[in-house]
Structure formats: structure tokens, C-alpha cells
């Protein structure tokens, strides 16, 4: 009695070891790596096997040799055939296989093969071999189809774990995409608005407008069919950007060229704007010149909007195998609280009516510096300016 108390007392232990691994382990064959050591304690093989069922390709998804060394190969070969038979036959197949002349009755394999499902569905056979005998008994195969049946749970988990992230996945990027459609409505919206209905007041037959009106309607139209115009062209982009379907055209890129190049743009733009330069020859990067230089004109375009009347500077270094340009005004430059958004799509900072814009240059910058394996941020005390950064790996081999 007390011997019976003390074996069930083990299984017990057995059992617990067995089912605490389906709660810790990430992956069903690491849970099957713990299980070995306890299972062969109770039951004794050479090799096991896992194959995949033949609707999945009938792969061998798991093997190991825990008994004495083998051959893998040639044992795999043998387990095929049992695999097949536990899908044919949808049972428990128990095997012993005569060698030929050229096997040792020692080494003859005997084989239990387990089918491994969930519910109706097949999702692996699992085969052990044993060489040399003694052949699987009943209470083998028991533990045989209760391994079987931890394995179809821990199997079936991270099936569903696995799909329950591909949703959740999905699901932020659909609450994104509706997101997006809300914002780019109201952005499209609202200068569509005013290009209704100023026209709308310029055609209406009750009214005569004085010439000086009409041209500050028809401007204000021009103006709102300009910001139209330049949402699209930007939405548009920033949408090709985020599909990936944004062609780059990579080349090696020198960026003290491109960002002289683009100073002399953006200054004939504004003849009266202050640049100084500390930009040293650097090594190249791997990149689109003309998507580069948008970044760059872009944060031209909003040092001329945000921190009208300020020097720039510009300057670039090399270091330890990237090369950094810094980008600086001595703007207003950005409330604290803003700067973890500033380079989110449709982000601009309130309060700046007056200033026109989209919110979307500093989000395609983003996006350009991402697919060039490089990093964007920005510094900023409120009063003292704004300080863009940009960190472009220098192309191999040169990089450290
Ligand atoms: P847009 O200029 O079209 O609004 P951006 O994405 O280029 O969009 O910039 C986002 C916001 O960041 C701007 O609306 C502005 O409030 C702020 N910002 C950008 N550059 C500066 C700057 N140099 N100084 C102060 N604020 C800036």
C-alpha cells in the first residue's frame, strides 16, 4: 500500500513536471526539449520523431537521438514510413521491423507511432524508436499518447498564440488606417471648403463684389488650391512610403555636396536667410540624393515658417561609422510636451494657425531616413530653437 502511495505520489510529480511546461515554455519544442528528461524515465527509446502531417508537406519537424548513437538519416527514413501509416490509419501504430540480413537482431528498430491532433484536424505523427528491442508494450503507449496529447495542446497554443498576435497586429493597423482616413477627410475637407465657397460667393448672382474683394477671394482660392494640391502630392507619398512602393534609388551619396546643393536652393528661395556651414568632406552613404535632399529642404521650409528671420546652421561630422548632420535655427523651437509627436503624420503643433502647412513633412522624413537605415530626431528648448538630427550609417566598407 504504501509502495503503491509512494509510485502514484511520482506519477504525480511526473504529470505536474509535464503540464507546469505547457504554462512556461514559449514554444512547443522547447516544452518537447524539458519533457525528454522525464519522459525517459518512464519510457526508454532511441530516437523520436516528429513529422508534419502530409497536407502541411509531411516535414520532420523535430529529432532527436536520446538513446544510443545512430545514423539520423537512416532512422528518419524509417520513421517516414510510420508517419504515413499513422495518417493513413488514424491510430496508434506499434512496429517492429525485421532489418534484413544486414541488421543485427540488436539493433532491429521497433517503432510506436502517435497521431497528434487537434480535434478533427491533423497536426503531426510523432514516431519513437526503439533499437534492439524489447517491443513497445501497452503501458508504453500510453505514455506514448499521453506525450501525444501534451504535444496537441502546447501545439495547438502557439498555433492560436501565434494567430491572436497576427490579429492584434492587424487590428492597430486597421484602427491606424481609420486614423488616417479620418484626419486626411478633415485636411482634404477643409481647404476644399473654402475653395466651395468663396467661389460659391464670387458666382452668386445677388451680389455685386468690388474688384479689390474679388481678388482677395480669388487668392485665398489660389492659396487653399495650392495647400490642396501640395496634401495630395504629400498624402500620396507618405502612402507609397509606408507600402514600400516608393521607388529609392540607391547610390553612393556624398552629403556635404547635397547639403551645400540644397543650401544654395533653399537661399534663392530666401535671399535674406542667414546659413552657416561647418560641413567637412565625409564619407559616402548609400542613398537616394533626391529623397536626402527633401529631408533637408523640408527642414529649410520649416525654418523659414517657424523660425522666420533666424540663422541656420549646418553642420556634419563623421562618427564611428555614421555621418551625423545637425540642422539648427534659433526659433521659438518646440514645447517640451510636443516633441515625442512632431514626426507623427498629420502632427503640427496648435496655436500656429497662421502658418500653413500639413504636418506631414517631418513624417516623410521619417520615413525617407528609416529606409535608409539611418535615425532622425530633434533636440529643443523652448525660446533658444529647434536642433534636427540626422544619423545616415556611412556605406561599407568604410563603416566600423
Ligand atoms: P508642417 O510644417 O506641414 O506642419 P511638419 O511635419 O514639417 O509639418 O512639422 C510638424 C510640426 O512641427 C509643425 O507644424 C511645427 O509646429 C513643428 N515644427 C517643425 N519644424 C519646426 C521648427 N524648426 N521650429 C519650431 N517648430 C517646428
Known sequence: MKETNAASHDILIFINTMLAEINLAPDWRRALDNWLSHIYRYLLFDHITIFSSPANGGDVLYARAVGRARSAEADVDWGVNVAQLVFEQGRVIRLNRDGGGNINRNEMPFFLGIPIRDGDQWLA?????????????????????MLGNFL???????????????????????????????????????????????????????TEWDRATQ?????????????????IEKILESARLQSDTLPLNFQPVRLDVLLRDATV????????MKVTMDVPALPPVLGDSVRLAQVFENFFSNARKYAAGSEIEISARQENGWVVVSFRDYGPGIPPE???????????IPGKDGIKGTGLGLYIARE?????????AV?????KGATFIVRLPVMEPERK
Open 265 to 272: 536652393r533653399a537661399m534663392t528661395h530666401d535671399r535674406k
Open 152 to 206: 496537441a495542446i502546447v501545439m495547438t497554443r502557439q498555433k492560436l498564440r501565434e494567430r491572436v498576435a497576427e490579429l492584434e497586429r492587424l487590428e492597430r493597423q486597421m484602427l491606424l488606417q481609420e486614423d488616417f482616413v479620418s484626419t486626411i477627410s478633415h485636411e482634404l475637407r477643409t481647404p476644399l471648403g473654402f475653395i466651395k465657397g468663396y467661389t460659391t460667393s464670387l458666382l452668386r448672382p445677388d
Open 368 to 376: 525617407i531616413i528609416d529606409a535608409h537605415h539611418g535615425t532622425i
Open 338 to 348: 510636443h516633441l515625442p509627436f512632431i514626426f507623427e503624420r498629420f502632427y503640427r
Open 379 to 383: 533636440e529643443s528648448e523652448p525660446g
Open 125 to 145: 505523427a510523432l514516431v519513437l524508436v526503439r533499437f534492439g528491442g524489447p517491443a513497445f508494450s501497452e503501458t508504453d503507449q500510453l505514455i506514448g499518447q
Open 215 to 231: 481678388q482677395e477671394f480669388l487668392e485665398i482660392i489660389d492659396e487653399e488650391t495650392d495647400r490642396l494640391a501640395e496634401l
